[in-house]
């Protein structure tokens, strides 16, 4: 004999970091299987061990991680996470990001500062990664960072059909918080059956982080249900001044719907005292009780993660998941 025959057959492994272990749970249950276990701790300095208690050799591995508070560790434990595998000869690794770190860092604004999104994705391939997953990111050009395959989810088809479940029968208006988000709004125009569309004029001071003024709206808002939409929710400024600006206009009420929420002191405070009715947001990111408040409803993210995975592994269509 010259030759030695293997029956074709792929193994998928998923792989959890410390960030949100919750979510990965949720969708190693859509999947059917189990987070492979493993081990890891800080030494006393601070650096991070991981070893999985599992073979990884030749297998298809996914590594979620959730990188909310406490950011910079959850990065670097991804990037020991995808080592660790690529030293267990795992055959491909795609990391699942659900929140794209350093998002906001895509382009540089004036001299000498860094483009931190691109930062990331170089580690991330530095460091093994074959394949990125990612929900809403925040401009379509982070893409484009990672040397491979990118798989852009998106939270809209469950966002929008929670809003069609509770709101529909109402006269709807997508408002985007800013200029920015517009090409956002208009896609959620399109999934809320062709709705008017508004945005919240604003400016923003450079030197200071966190803090817009909204000045005017424009568009169509008087007696209507407004949706303010936008991809994450940090400290709330944005969402609380597009709230009012929109209510000073004339709307009926405000719903907002985002994807990640970061959530960091005050948000919880501003979002509850601004005067919308409701905010909905995915579990991207954990939001821990003490940043949660009335009006606030979380979907899950997991089911679609999960079939994105399980389409991936089969080498099957990611963009048919979200083609209307």
Not at 280 to 305: D, E, G, W, Y
Request: glycine share 8%; with cysteine.
């Amino acid at each position: 004999m010259s030759s030695i025959s293997v029956a074709n057959s792929k193994s998928l492994m998923l792989f959890s970091g410390r960030g949100y272990p919750d979510l990965a749970a949720e969708v190693a249950d859509h999947l059917g299987i189990t987070v492979t276990p493993e081990d890891a701790y800080e030494f006393a300095n601070g650096e991070i061990f991981v070893r999985y208690k599992e073979s990884a050799r030749g297998s298809d591995a996914f590594v979620i991680q959730s990188c909310g508070e406490g950011i910079n560790t959850w990065v670097m434990e991804t990037l020991i996470m995808i080592d660790a595998l690529k030293r267990a000869s795992a055959k491909r690794i795609s990391v699942v990001l659900p929140f794209y770190p350093y998002a906001r860092q895509d382009k540089k604004h004036r001299g000498r500062e860094p483009i931190s999104a691109r930062l990331i994705a170089d580690l991330l391939k530095t460091a093994g990664a074959h394949r990125l997953m990612c929900v809403d990111l925040h401009t379509d050009q982070i893409q484009g960072f990672f040397d491979g395959p990118v798989d852009h989810l998106m939270a809209a088809p469950l966002l929008t059909d929670y809003i069609l479940k509770q709101y529909g029968a109402d006269h709807l208006t997508v408002v985007s918080p800013d200029s920015g988000r517009v090409r956002t709004a208009e896609r959620w125009a399109d999934r809320l059956g062709g709705t008017p569309l508004a945005f919240i004029h604003k400016t923003r001071d450079p030197l200071k982080p966190n803090q817009v003024v909204a000045n005017r709206v424009v568009g169509e808002v008087g007696g209507r249900t407004c949706i303010v939409v936008d991809d994450m929710i940090d400290t709330g400024g944005t969402i609380a001044s597009a709230t009012r600006a929109v209510l000073e206009a004339g709307a009926k009420q405000v719903i907002v719907a985002a994807t990640h929420g970061v959530l960091s002191d005050p948000a919880a405070e501003r979002l509850s005292n601004c005067g919308l009715t409701e905010v909905v947001l995915t579990n991207t990111l954990p939001i821990p009780q003490n940043h949660r408040f009335p009006k606030l409803t979380v979907l899950s993210i997991a089911p679609i993660l999960a079939r994105a995975i399980h389409e991936v592994f089969e080498d099957g269509s990611v963009t048919s998941l979200f083609e209307s």
